[in-house]
């Protein structure tokens, strides 16, 4: 995919979601790097139905660092691999205190060093809540993106940095959730809206499957 047709898909996104946000609820950083440890191979719905009991228990990392981790398993285990979850959280919120005085650190290799903090995560924090130019690639994302031909690497890790270089600058800081959106609820996995699609003339998959229409 060319540069030109790179930019015209991130101008229509854009135009039609200027400010694209996170479906994850959350009302400080702390809760929202717990929130996307939770949502590890779990949608964002099934998180929010579990972090607001969580966070009113635990709405800072000394309190859950406190709270014994049988406590957040049981708030938590409605979600896959709650047990992990649970330990991670208690985890990082004592690496937080003990490494960064119960602050979120602001780079990547100092997230990578917290308990369940993937580099998906890192980057998804630091989108999110420093406002970097950052590509965190998750299953929508994968999808998409080799659906309409923006990116064919294999991995989300190669994948994400093969995004940050083809997306131009000016978009790349919006990037991460326009492309989750528009998979979440456009370009799904099963049974694709392409009627609805606003970069369906753009689309690879689409224009090949029309190619005779």
Do not use: W
């Not at 995919?1 to 101008?11: P, Q």
């Not at 854009?14 to 694209?20: A, E, K, V």
């Not at 049988?70 to 919120?93: D, H």
């Amino acid at each position: 995919m060319n540069k030109s047709t790179i930019t015209e898909i991130f101008t229509r996104f854009s135009q039609q979601n200027p400010s694209p946000k996170s479906e994850l609820n959350y009302h400080n950083d702390f809760e929202f790097l717990c929130a996307v440890v939770l949502s590890a191979q779990t949608t964002d719905n099934a998180v929010n139905k579990v972090t607001p009991k969580l966070f009113a228990t635990a709405p800072t990392p000394a309190d859950m660092a406190d709270i014994p981790v049988e406590t957040i398993e049981n708030i938590i285990s409605s979600i896959g691999l709650y047990k992990n979850k649970a330990k991670f959280l208690k985890n990082l919120s004592i690496e937080l205190l003990e490494r960064y005085q119960g602050k979120i650190p602001d780079t990547e290799e100092e997230l990578l060093t917290l308990s369940g903090v993937g580099k998906k995560t890192a980057r998804v924090v630091l989108n999110t809540l420093f406002g970097r130019k950052t590509i965190a690639v998750d299953t929508h994302i994968f999808r998409v993106a080799a659906r309409i031909g923006l990116s064919c690497k294999k991995t989300p890790d190669a994948m994400s940095d093969d995004l940050a270089k083809k997306i131009p600058d000016a978009f790349l800081k919006n990037a991460h959730h326009h492309l989750i959106l528009h998979g979440r609820y456009i370009c799904t996995s099963r049974s694709p809206k392409c009627a609805r699609c606003i970069i369906k003339d753009l689309c690879k998959s689409y224009c090949i499957q029309n190619v005779h229409q």
